[in-house]
């Protein structure tokens, strides 16, 4: 449910809240679209268990610029590990909780700035396993004037869905997203349902139905806690991607997509960190560009051939590069074993990267609502 920005405009302290470590305003470059359809401006807050995200942005006339249907005004990224300890704990930690109060506190301070009218802010995993999530969701209220919502999987699997229809390939039938967060992976088998011609003046996005979806208790937040994060070793590798090949066998079993893979009839699309820091490694790029990410086609024995690079890399060594950085330098590796595996097993000949998702999501519904966008994908069912 959107939330009127009078609760924003309440927040206080944020504008005197330098920005977070770890923090940094996405590289929008060319993905600004042409002039607004109107001045309101629509928001929207990803809390996850390892990054706060915000998006603010304007529906735009005309064909969508890179897939969006809007102009963004404004974006915003911080590393605040919200499900630091959680697995050993059960509970949000008090620094956790301050790194993301904090993060939240500068996103409300860009909210009042660009007046936003409209809001929608969630927050995923590590609030819905915590004990303590519902006391942290009441103090981002009384501490940032922001109405936290925690959002169930079936519901971030769907608007993370409608965030990444705009990248599927209206020619193959079939797409599975790959989403690796810090607590959870989600997996998600859409049918692509609209198949007119992608080039064909002010075409939207694919119109898709979520067949069926699975969430892994697999992260690389809780992963890296479990199997080691600074040092790797190989069996400690294996073992990730053991687990989570054990996970989703299920889901593959009832969905039937190493056979639709044969046939050529399935595409791959990953939306996560891990997927975005491969393509950034890939494309040898000094520092981070979404403009050179997002879109991309990582072919998988480069996926491979990366993800054995990075796990052979020291410490110090991942650190060092400009599209891992020291906030993620722990956690790259244990997104690389999940990826891996999810690979093994759906061997695709290619994965498109998404620098986009649940925050494009809520965006393009919160438009909807407001009469200036088409709806998105179908809701998905609860898992069969």
């Not at 810090?182 to 011609?197: F, N, P, Q, R, W």
């Not at 998105?376 to 609860?382: D, F």
Request: net charge positive; with cysteine; aromatic share 4%.
């Amino acid at each position: 449910m959107a939330q009127s920005a009078i609760g924003v405009r309440s927040a206080h302290g944020a504008g005197n809240r330098s920005r977070p470590a770890g923090s940094r305003p996405s590289d929008l470059g060319s993905a600004d679209c042409g002039p607004a359809v109107t001045d309101e401006a629509f928001g929207a807050i990803d809390l996850g268990s390892n990054n706060c995200r915000l998006l603010i942005a304007r529906p735009a006339h005309g064909r969508p610029a890179h897939g969006r249907p809007f102009r963004v005004l404004e974006a915003y990224s911080s590393l605040v590990r919200l499900g630091e300890d959680l697995q050993r704990s059960g509970r949000l930690s008090q620094a956790a909780m301050d790194r993301a109060v904090e993060a939240l506190s500068v996103c409300a301070q860009k909210l009042r700035r660009r007046r936003v009218t409209r809001l929608r802010a969630v927050t995923t995993e590590a609030c819905r396993r915590a004990a303590n999530g519902d006391d942290f969701v009441r103090r981002v209220a009384e501490e940032t004037g922001l109405t936290l919502e925690v959002i169930s999987e079936r519901e971030e699997v769907g608007l993370a869905a409608d965030g990444c229809t705009s990248l599927i390939d209206r020619r193959v039938p079939h797409a599975l997203i790959l989403d690796i967060g810090g607590g959870s992976t989600e997996i998600s088998h859409l049918a692509v349902e609209d198949h007119g011609d992608p080039d064909a003046p002010g075409a939207p996005g694919a119109v898709v139905r979520v067949v069926d979806w699975c969430s892994l208790p697999a992260g690389v937040v809780n992963f890296s806690e479990r199997f080691g994060g600074r040092e790797v070793t190989p069996s400690a590798y294996r073992a990730m991607k053991e687990e989570v090949r054990g996970a989703v066998i299920d889901f593959e079993k009832r969905n039937g997509l190493r056979q639709l893979l044969r046939q050529r009839k399935v595409q791959l699309i990953g939306t996560s960190g891990t997927v975005t820091t491969l393509a950034g490694v890939h494309l040898d790029l000094a520092s981070y560009r979404r403009t050179r990410v997002d879109g991309y086609r990582l072919k998988l024995p480069a996926v491979r051939a990366i993800s054995a690079r990075i796990s052979a890399m020291s410490y110090g060594e991942r650190a060092a590069q400009g599209c891992i950085g020291e906030g993620r330098a722990d956690l790259v590796i244990a997104g690389c074993a999940i990826l891996d595996a999810l690979c093994d097993l759906w061997p695709a000949s290619a994965l498109r990267v998404a620098d986009r998702g649940l925050r494009e999501g809520i965006l393009l519904h919160l438009m909807h609502e407001a009469g200036m966008t088409r709806p998105g994908a179908t809701q998905p069912e609860a898992p069969r």
